[in-house]
DNA sequence: CAGCAACAAAAGTGA
DNA sequence: TTTGTTGCTG
C-alpha cells in the first residue's frame, strides 16, 4: 500500500476514514492537501468510480492543485472525479439541470456588473444624494442571498427585527434582482442560492445527485457559507460520507459570510462523527512556528491545538521600522536581491503580502526601479482591465443579445459619436416597447434621432448582426477576433498613442490567446463556457507560469500557499489589524487570524515590517507597530 | 459630441 | 496622491 507509506499515523487514519463523517482539524502546514489527495486516491484504490467522488474547494487554484496531484496519485481516473469550486460546482449543476426543468440559460454577472445595476436603479429612483455606497448596498444583499434570503423573506425579516435600513434596501434588492434576471445574468450568490432551491424543489434532481455522490471532501470548511454548508447537507445527509477538512485559526472572510460556526458545530451536525487533529507541522523552522503560535494563542474562539515541528532551529524572524512607506518598499526589494543574490533563492520562491491592494503600488514601484521581475496577484488583474471586460461585453451581448448592461458598455467603445442623449432617448424608447435596446437597434429609422447617429446605431446593429450569423459556423476564438478587428476596436487602440496603448493592445492579443487555449482545453465548450469560466476563474494560473516573479499579493490571496521567503508589510495599528476592527472583538481575532495565516505562509525566512509615517490620500499620517508584533514576541521599544 | 479643466472622492478583504 | 465625474466650450 505504497499510497499510504508517506503518511504520518494521524493522517494515515484520516485517509483510512472512509465510511462515515469525519472532521479533519488542520492548522497551516500540517499536510492537508496531502491527506485530501491521498483519501481521493485511496477510495479509488477500492473499487469506487471517480466520478462518486465530489471535492469541494474555495479557488480554482486549490481545485487545479488537488486534481493534478490526485491524477499523479490515482492515474488516469482521476480525471472523472467532481473537483471543483463551490461556485464552478454550482454551475455546472444549474445548466446541467436547468435545460431540463425548461429554466432559461444565463451568464455569470461579476462585481462590476453588479454594481453597475444597482447603481441604475439608485439612479433612477433618484436616490443618489440620499444612499450611501452602492458597495455597501450590495454587501446587504449578498449577506442575504447568503442566508438564502429572497427580496421578500429579507423585507419580512428586516421588518421583523426592526431594521429600517433593511428594509429600504429590500426595495433595492428587489429592483436588483428584477433587473440582473432581465439582463440573463447571476451573480456569485445566485449561483449558490439557485442551487439550493433546485435541490429542494425537485427532490428527484436532489436523488440524482446524492445517489451519484458516494463520497463528498470539503476544503478550507472553516469558510463555508450557509447556502454552502446546506449543499453539503443535502448531498450528504443519507450516506454520510462527509469529510470536511478546516482550520478555524484561518477563518478570514467571515466578511463575506462565512461563518465559523460550520466548523466548530460539525460534532453536531453530523452525529458519531470522527475528530482528527494534524498539529505536526512540515513547513516551517521552529522559529517562524514559535513567533505565529504566540499570535494566534491570543485568539479565544479557537479549539485548543499547537503546532509543532521536528525542525529545531531555523533563521530568526526579522521585525524592522521604516521612517515611510517608500523606505519599507526600498528594504524589501534589497532583502530580496540579497537573498536572490547570496542565498540562492529563486525570485519565484518569494512573496510580499499586504493587508490592502492600495499598498502594492509603491511596492511596484520599487520593484521596477530594483529591476526585480514581480508579478501581482489580484486587486486588476487580468480580467478586470478596461480593455478586456469591452470585448468581453462584446461576447457578452452575442451570447446574449437582451442584455442592455454589456450592450451600454460597448455602445460607444470604441467612440463613435453616441453620447448621453442618445443613450437616453434609446433607454426610453426600449423601456416603453419593453424590448432589449439592440431589438430596437434593427429598426433605428423609426427613432427620434439625428440621421448621423441613425446611421452609427444601424452599423453598429448590422455589426452585431453580421457577427451573430457567423457565430454557428466560426469558432469563439474566431468571433473574438471578428469584434477585435470589425468593430473598430483594434484600429482605435492603434490610432492611440504611447506605452500604455500597446500595453492595452498585448491584453487584446493575450485575451484572443486564452480563448485559443480554452477551446483547445475544452473542445466541446461554446462561447457562453468561455464567459462564464472567466467570471469564475481568477487569471492566477494561466498567467503566473511565464518566468520566475516575486509574488505580490493580499493577506486573504496568500491562505492555501507556501514560500520559501515572506514579507509582510503595513504591520500598523489601523492597517493590520485595520482600523475598523479595533472596536470589535471577534473583527479583531479575525484580523490576527489574517496576521497568522500570512505568517504560516513562510517556510524559511519570514521579515515583517511597519512604517512611523503612513500617507493617506496624500496626507502623512503617522502610526504606531501593530499590536500582533508584540504578541507574537517581538519588544517594540522604540516606535517613531 | 468630444476634449479639457475644475472638482470630488477614494482605499478592506473576493469567488 | 490618484482616479473618476461634472460641466463648460469649441
Request: some cysteine; glycine content about 6%; overall charge negative.
Amino acid at each position: 500500500m505504497e499510497l499510504l507509506e508517506n503518511l504520518n499515523p494521524r493522517q494515515k487514519e484520516a485517509v483510512l476514514h472512509t465510511e462515515g463523517p469525519l472532521l479533519i482539524i488542520a492548522g497551516a502546514g500540517t499536510g492537508k492537501t496531502r491527506v485530501i489527495t491521498h483519501k481521493i486516491a485511496h477510495i479509488i484504490s477500492l473499487g469506487a468510480r471517480p466520478d462518486s467522488i465530489l471535492g469541494l474547494t474555495f479557488t480554482n487554484k486549490a481545485s487545479d492543485e488537488m486534481k493534478k496531484r490526485v491524477i499523479d496519485l490515482a492515474g488516469i481516473s482521476g480525471f472523472r472525479i467532481w473537483l471543483s469550486t463551490f461556485h464552478s460546482f454550482a454551475l455546472r449543476i444549474l445548466k446541467n439541470e436547468y435545460p431540463k426543468i425548461g429554466r432559461a440559460p444565463f451568464t455569470v454577472f461579476d462585481e462590476d456588473e453588479q454594481l453597475a445595476i444597482l447603481k441604475e436603479i439608485i439612479k433612477k429612483l433618484g436616490w443618489e444624494k440620499n444612499i450611501p455606497a452602492p458597495r455597501m448596498i450590495l454587501h446587504y444583499i449578498e449577506r442575504a442571498k447568503d442566508q438564502l434570503l429572497d427580496p421578500d423573506s429579507f423585507k419580512y425579516h428586516s421588518h421583523a427585527i426592526g431594521d429600517l435600513y433593511r428594509e429600504e434596501v429590500s426595495k433595492l434588492y428587489y429592483l436588483y434582482q428584477e433587473e440582473l434576471r432581465r439582463n440573463g445574468g447571476m451573480d456569485f450568490g445566485d449561483l449558490l442560492l439557485e442551487t439550493v432551491n433546485l435541490f429542494n424543489q425537485n427532490p428527484e434532481i436532489l436523488k440524482k445527485y446524492e445517489e451519484l455522490f458516494d463520497y463528498i471532501l470539503v476544503d478550507e470548511y472553516q469558510d463555508t457559507n450557509f447556502a454552502q454548508y446546506l449543499i453539503l447537507k443535502l448531498l450528504g445527509k443519507n450516506k454520510r460520507k462527509v469529510t470536511v477538512v478546516g482550520d478555524e485559526d484561518q477563518s478570514i472572510y467571515s466578511w463575506r459570510g462565512a461563518r465559523v460556526e460550520n466548523i466548530l458545530n460539525f460534532e453536531n451536525d453530523w452525529p458519531d462523527c470522527r475528530v482528527i487533529k494534524l498539529e505536526e507541522n512540515y513547513r516551517s523552522t521552529h522559529k517562524i512556528l514559535e513567533c505565529s503560535g504566540n499570535l494566534i494563542r491570543n485568539n479565544r474562539h479557537r479549539r485548543a491545538k499547537e503546532l509543532w515541528t521536528k525542525d529545531s532551529g531555523g533563521e530568526p524572524v526579522i521585525y524592522r521600522v521604516f521612517p515611510a512607506c517608500r523606505d519599507e518598499a526600498r528594504s524589501v526589494c534589497s532583502e530580496i536581491l540579497h537573498l536572490i543574490d547570496d542565498e540562492n533563492y529563486g525570485a519565484g520562491e518569494i512573496a510580499v503580502f499586504y493587508r490592502t491592494n492600495a499598498q502594492s503600488r509603491i511596492l511596484e514601484e520599487r520593484m521596477r526601479e530594483f529591476n526585480i521581475n514581480y508579478r501581482i496577484v489580484g486587486s486588476v488583474s487580468f480580467y478586470e482591465r478596461k480593455e478586456i471586460k469591452d470585448l468581453l461585453a462584446y461576447l457578452h451581448l452575442l451570447v446574449n443579445p437582451a442584455d442592455d448592461l454589456h450592450l451600454k458598455r460597448v455602445l460607444n467603445v470604441p467612440p463613435r459619436g453616441l453620447g448621453k442623449q442618445t443613450l437616453k432617448k434609446l433607454e426610453d424608447e426600449a423601456g416603453k416597447r419593453n424590448i432589449p435596446i439592440l431589438t430596437l437597434l434593427s429598426d433605428s429609422e423609426s427613432l427620434d434621432i439625428s440621421p448621423k447617429a441613425k446611421k452609427t446605431l444601424t452599423g453598429f446593429w448590422e455589426f452585431m448582426e453580421k457577427v451573430r450569423n457567423a457565430a454557428s459556423a466560426l469558432s469563439p476564438f474566431q468571433l473574438l477576433e471578428m469584434i477585435v478587428s470589425g468593430s473598430g476596436y483594434a484600429d482605435y487602440l492603434e490610432s492611440l498613442e504611447g506605452w500604455e496603448a500597446r500595453m492595452r493592445m498585448d491584453n487584446v492579443g493575450e485575451l484572443l490567446s486564452a480563448l485559443k487555449d480554452f477551446e483547445e482545453r475544452n473542445q466541446e465548450a461554446d462561447l457562453r463556457d468561455f464567459l462564464d469560466s472567466v467570471s469564475l476563474i481568477s487569471p492566477y494560473d494561466q498567467y503566473s507560469r511565464e518566468g520566475e516573479k516575486v509574488t505580490l499579493m493580499t493577506l486573504h490571496l496568500a491562505k492555501g500557499l507556501e514560500f520559501p521567503g515572506v514579507f509582510i508589510t503595513g504591520m500598523e495599528e489601523g492597517i493590520l489589524p485595520y482600523r475598523d476592527a479595533v472596536h470589535d472583538p471577534e473583527e479583531m481575532e479575525e484580523e490576527r487570524r489574517l496576521c497568522y495565516v500570512g505568517m504560516t505562509r513562510a517556510m524559511k525566512r519570514l521579515y515583517l515590517s511597519s512604517v512611523s509615517s503612513r500617507r493617506l490620500y496624500g496626507i502623512s499620517r503617522f502610526s504606531e507597530p501593530s499590536r500582533f508584533l508584540e504578541e507574537a514576541g517581538f519588544e517594540i521599544t522604540q516606535v517613531y
